[in-house]
């Protein structure tokens, strides 16, 4: 088995770390404690980080000319003091490969904060937090994800694969080396494919490098693109087709039976009634059994570390 390096995961601390929520809890999460053994957490309570005790009164987000962070008991506006620390934070971090949050929290949300139509005003929407918003600001193209939308199965493995795959591109970047990126590109041929065949041929064209710039510079310039790449998940048309094309390396040596059982899984998954885990897996299992050694080397058949599915996908969770 291929081996993967460390990615850099900002989490929210409330997550299974510490019992820092306002309320004085802790909150036990699945994913997170799965991911502890393959992923470096950095974990933050902004809350806590503004100086607010544990536990606290509750605050929330109101909406206005610019959007505060109040904490009505009290008549505190924290907004000044939570957008200064988020930046400084964020500059703090020299690398980092994605992000974990508290879905819901005035500070952590992502998306589903809600927004207060005055401090003790009822709620008229919802949106990201004042921290929440700052990471989607600085790191546009940092996979960034709350706990509660990972428990959805596509998005789950999908941020599984994008925090692995930037990762292992960090590690490209720490060597400035050509010969390295065309390694890596190679390696993740299949899985940019299965992101749709234009990002794929544009990284290529970075790779190719018509016109001789510095290593470094075609690093940087690819690191872009390739994140960009994974901003969606990718589309169920795009990774049939890299089922099929991985497929007629393997299928001279199967029976017809054997060929008829795989078209099936791929109709199957077409369907939405199995994950993308079930055709890959076996394909990976004929790849083993043929010794193609040019699909074994591809990301896409082992995009994370394998034992990230089995606590994980008992339920059909398909997105």
């Not at 139509?117 to 193209?141: C, L, Y």
């Amino acid at each position: 088995m291929m081996g993967f390096p460390r990615p850099r995961v900002v989490v929210s601390r409330c997550l299974g770390f510490a019992a820092c929520r306002y309320d004085g809890s802790v909150i036990p999460d699945a994913v997170v404690a799965a991911l502890k053994p393959y992923v470096e957490f950095i974990p933050v309570c902004p809350e806590v980080e503004i100086g607010l005790g544990v536990p606290r009164p509750p605050i929330r987000l109101v909406q206005g000319q610019r959007l505060r962070l109040v904490q009505p008991d009290t008549g505190l506006d924290l907004t000044d003091k939570m957008e200064a620390f988020a930046a400084r934070f964020l500059a703090s971090l020299s690398e980092v490969d994605g992000f974990i949050l508290k879905n819901r929290s005035p500070s952590c949300a992502l998306r589903d904060a809600k927004i207060h139509v005055s401090d003790t005003g009822p709620a008229v929407g919802r949106g990201p937090g004042i921290f929440g918003a700052a990471v989607r600001n600085r790191f546009p193209t940092i996979p960034a994800e709350d706990e509660g939308r990972l428990t959805n199965r596509t998005l789950r493995e999908h941020f599984f694969t994008t925090i692995f795959a930037c990762a292992t591109f960090r590690e490209v970047e720490k060597t400035g080396e050509m010969d390295e990126l065309i390694r890596f590109h190679s390696r993740q041929k299949f899985l940019l494919m299965a992101h749709g065949q234009a990002k794929l041929r544009e990284l290529g064209r970075i790779v190719a490098n018509p016109e001789k710039l510095p290593p470094k510079e075609v690093i940087r310039r690819y690191g872009e693109k390739f994140r960009e790449a994974f901003l969606r998940p990718p589309r169920r048309p795009s990774v049939i087709n890299v089922f099929e094309h991985a497929f007629g390396y393997v299928s001279h040596g199967l029976s017809p039976k054997e060929r008829r059982y795989f078209l099936g899984l791929l109709e199957e998954y077409r369907a939405e009634r199995v994950p993308a885990s079930v055709p890959r897996e076996v394909l990976r299992a004929w790849i083993i059994r043929f010794d193609v050694k040019y699909l074994a080397e591809q990301a896409f058949f082992t995009p994370f570390p394998p034992e990230l599915l089995l606590p994980l996908d008992s339920g059909r969770g398909e997105g």
